[in-house]
């Protein structure tokens, strides 16, 4: 069982679209993190929320930590080529030293 | 500069040789993980350390072994390598592990 469940797990778009990626759990995080992994590369770390209700933006993404810490949204604006890969959630739960990774989003952007 | 490096990138080998992974780091980051990353299993973790030879088991410790006798580096060891061990193996290093990683580019391990 996934202590972290990513959704959709494939999404295949038109640059230009907008689109939401979830990730879910029954457990609570004191912090949450987003990541993006292109072919051949490792994850790439995105952004870092800790604080339930918390929203961040950089440039035409969007992350929201939900009220009670368990989930987490990342929202992409105007989708572009360049947003192609694969997003990673990953959560740190209270007293413990590792990140617990999400199943991932593979996301493509058709032109 | 990288601030991490993972050696060698990518390696062929036979069943029931041992091998060993480098993960080198230029941050002095306290936190150093060893990961693989396997289709429909995402990524998952092997072994971390807290410290200079403080090492602790991940949910898929078995065939493996690490050692960190220096801050900047950590060792991923596969005792006796099996066709099961085939995968992309990353390091990552954290000062505080609540705010991010930083990942290395990773390892093709193949093992014939």
């Known amino acids: 069982t996934q202590l972290l469940e990513q959704s959709p797990q494939f999404l295949s778009i038109q640059e230009g679209e907008n689109l939401t990626v979830y990730c879910n759990s029954s457990?609570?995080?004191?912090?949450l993190q987003w990541y993006r992994q292109e072919p051949g590369e490792g994850p790439v770390l995105l952004v870092t929320?800790?604080?339930?209700?918390e929203v961040k933006k950089l440039k035409r993404l969007t992350f929201q930590f939900g009220d009670a810490r368990k989930d987490s949204s990342l929202h992409i604006t105007a989708a572009q080529t360049g947003d192609t890969g694969l997003y990673l959630c990953?959560?740190?739960?209270?007293?413990?030293?590792?990140?617990?990774f999400g199943t991932g989003t593979r996301l493509t952007i058709i032109p | 500069d990288a601030g991490i490096t993972q050696s060698p990138r990518h390696k062929v080998t036979e069943t029931g040789t041992p091998v060993t992974l480098r993960c080198h780091q230029t941050?002095?980051?306290?936190?150093m993980y060893w990961y693989r990353q396997d289709p429909g299993h995402g990524l998952r973790l092997i072994h971390y350390?807290?410290?200079?030879?403080?090492?602790d088991k991940g949910e898929v410790s078995d065939g493996y072994s690490v050692s960190r006798s220096k801050t900047e580096d950590f060792l991923l060891t596969l005792e006796s390598a099996t066709s099961s061990q085939t995968s992309v193996y990353f390091c990552?290093?954290?000062?505080?592990?609540?705010?991010?990683?930083?990942f290395g580019s990773g390892t093709r391990l193949t093992v014939v």
């Open positions: 457990s609570v995080f004191s912090s």
């Open positions: 990552a290093i954290s000062n505080r592990f609540e705010v991010g990683y930083t």
């Open positions: 350390s807290y410290g200079v030879k403080d090492t």
């Open positions: 941050e002095n980051h306290r936190y």
């Open positions: 990953a959560g740190v739960r209270r007293g413990n030293e590792k990140l617990t």
């Open positions: 929320v800790v604080t339930g209700g």
